[in-house]
C-alpha cells in the first residue's frame, strides 16, 4: 500500500524566502508528525496532530515556523522568512491513534543558501 | 545532556560479523523502545519494537532493552553490505501523542 510520502524532495530557497511542505500520510493515520533532521544527527520533534487539531507545537524553534492540517489529512509545514539554520531534513510521519510505531516519509530536503 | 545518547561512529564491520548497537537514556518514564533504520537520502524505517525489558528477536535482529540500567541495544547477525546504513535508536513515553526522541544515529558500514 501506499506510505507516506512527502513533497517537493528537495528544496532550494533564498535566506528570507518563506517556503512550504507538504505531507501526504497513511490513509486512515489520525496522528500525524514533524520532524527535522540536521545534517548527522537524529530527527528531531517539531510538532503533533490529531486529526486537524495540532496538540503539541512545542518543538517548533521559532514563530517563524508554522504547520496546518485543516481537513485532518495532507498537512503543510510552512517556514517564513528562512535562514541558514533552518537547511535541514524535514520528515513527516504518521500513526493511528494511540499507536506508538510511526511509518516515515522520505523527507524534504531544504537547502537555504 | 541528551535525553537519548547513541555512538555516532562509524562502525565498520566485515560482512558476516555480529553488530551491536547501543543506546542510554535518561527519563525513567520511557516505556516504549523502537531501532529504526535510515538508509542515505531515504526516511527512517521501523526494524524493531518493544516496550519491556529482555529481549526480542526477529530474523537476523534482536533487540534487548534493559530498564534497569536505561539501556538498549540492537545486535545484527551474519551482517550483510545491505545492512549498512544508519541506525536511530527511539524512545516514547505514551503521552504527547506518542512523540519520538531519537538518538544521534550510529553510521553501520558492513564490507564484502
Known amino acids: 500500500g501506499a506510505g507516506v510520502s512527502q513533497s517537493p524532495r528537495y528544496k532550494v530557497a533564498k535566506r528570507g524566502q518563506d517556503v512550504a511542505l507538504r505531507c501526504d500520510p497513511i490513509s486512515g493515520h489520525v496522528s500525524l508528525f514533524w520532524y527535522q533532521q540536521a545534517l548527522g544527527q537524529g530527527p528531531e520533534f517539531l510538532t503533533y496532530?490529531?486529526?486537524?487539531?495540532?496538540?503539541?507545537k512545542s518543538g517548533l524553534p521559532s514563530d517563524r515556523f508554522f504547520a496546518e492540517r485543516p481537513e485532518g489529512s495532507v498537512s503543510t509545514l510552512k517556514i517564513q522568512r528562512t535562514q541558514q539554520e533552518d537547511s535541514a531534513v524535514y520528515l513527516c510521519?504518521?500513526?493511528?491513534?494511540?499507536?506508538?510505531?510511526?511509518?516515515f516519509g522520505p523527507g524534504t530536503r531544504l537547502l537555504v543558501l | 545532556q541528551k535525553e537519548v545518547e547513541q555512538d555516532p561512529g562509524p562502525l565498520s564491520v566485515p560482512e558476516g560479523a555480529i553488530v551491536s548497537l547501543n543506546c542510554t537514556y535518561s527519563?525513567?518514564?520511557?516505556?516504549?523502545f523502537m531501532w529504526y533504520r535510515q538508509y542515505s537520502r531515504k526516511g527512517p524505517e521501523l526494524l524493531m519494537y518493544t516496550y519491556s525489558s529482555g529481549n526480542k528477536e526477529d530474523g537476523r535482529f534482536t533487540a534487548q532493552v534493559d530498564k534497569s540500567s536505561k539501556y538498549i541495544s540492537l545486535f545484527i547477525r551474519d551482517s550483510q553490505p545491505s545492512d549498512s546504513a544508519t541506525y536511530l535508536c527511539?524512545?516514547?513515553?505514551?503521552?504527547?501523542?506518542?512523540?519520538?526522541?531519537f538518538g544521534g544515529g550510529t553510521r553501520l558500514m558492513v564490507k564484502p
Open positions: 527511539a524512545i516514547t513515553n505514551n503521552n504527547a501523542g506518542n512523540m519520538l526522541t
Open positions: 527519563n525513567s518514564a520511557f516505556q516504549y
Open positions: 496532530f490529531q486529526n486537524e487539531a495540532q496538540l503539541d
Open positions: 510521519a504518521s500513526s493511528f491513534i494511540g499507536r506508538e510505531t510511526q511509518y
